[in-house]
Every structure is written in C-alpha cells, then in structure tokens.
Nanobody, 120 residues
Framework: VQLQASGGGLVQAGGSLRLSCQAI????????MGWYRQAPGKQREPVAV?????????DYANSVKGRFTISRDNALNMVNLQMNSLKPEDTAVYYC?????????????WGQGTQLTVSS
C-alpha cells in the first residue's frame, strides 16, 4: 500500500487548509488511517486518526480538538483533514499514516510528508 498525499503550504494564523491522503494498493483492509505531524526537535505525534478495524472511532490530539476535522471516503480509501483556526504552533511536517491488513498480515505505510507553516 502506498500513500498519496496532497495539501500543505503556507498560511496565516487563523486561516484554514485541507490535507488529503489516499491509500493505493490491492487486496487490503485499513485498520486505522490518519494524520501525524512532526515539529522541529520534537517527536512525531498523532493529530487525527480514524480507527476502522474493530470499531469506528476518531481520535484527535487535544491541541487540535474543535479546530481540525478528519473525514474519510471508504470507496476511495481516502482521508481528508480540514484544519481551521490554524496557529503558529501547528507548524510541522504532516505525515499521512495507515495501518492495513493484507494476505501476509498487518503492515504500516507512511506518506512522504508535507510541510505546513503557519505564520503569525
């Protein structure tokens, strides 16, 4: 499974941006899929993740609750992250990540990362 991500860029504080990510492959089922971010000098952290395997649940980082909304298109194996009221502290490289199950077991894939810069 490969991930094709789009979005990111430069935006002013208070602005909005949308990230999209599509999982491309054959004969796989998504366990969970979402967006993660890594700011300079910090570890990668989950931002918004949709769990689809055993239950349908969405987990948001506390720092983005009420501002970010993740949605999915099951037919396209795609997730979208709508980011509103952006803050300078949201500046990071954003990665799409997916855990998936195929004939050989469970696997994980990462997208290439996209830079989001929020200017004050």
């Amino acid at each position: 499974v490969q991930l094709q991500a789009s979005g990111g860029g430069l935006v002013q504080a208070g602005g909005s941006l949308r990230l999209s990510c599509q999982a491309i492959g054959s004969d796989f089922n998504i366990i969970h899929m979402g967006w993660y971010r890594q700011a300079p000098g910090k570890q990668r952290e989950p931002v918004a993740v949709i769990i689809t395997d055993t239950e349908s649940r969405i987990d948001y980082a506390n720092s983005v609750k009420g501002r970010f909304t993740i949605s999915r298109d099951n037919a396209l194996n795609m997730v979208n992250l709508q980011m509103n009221s952006l803050k300078p502290e949201d500046t990071a490289v954003y990665y799409c990540g997916v855990a998936w199950r195929g004939s050989s077991g469970a696997h994980a894939s990462w997208g290439q990362g996209t830079q989001l810069t929020v200017s004050s």
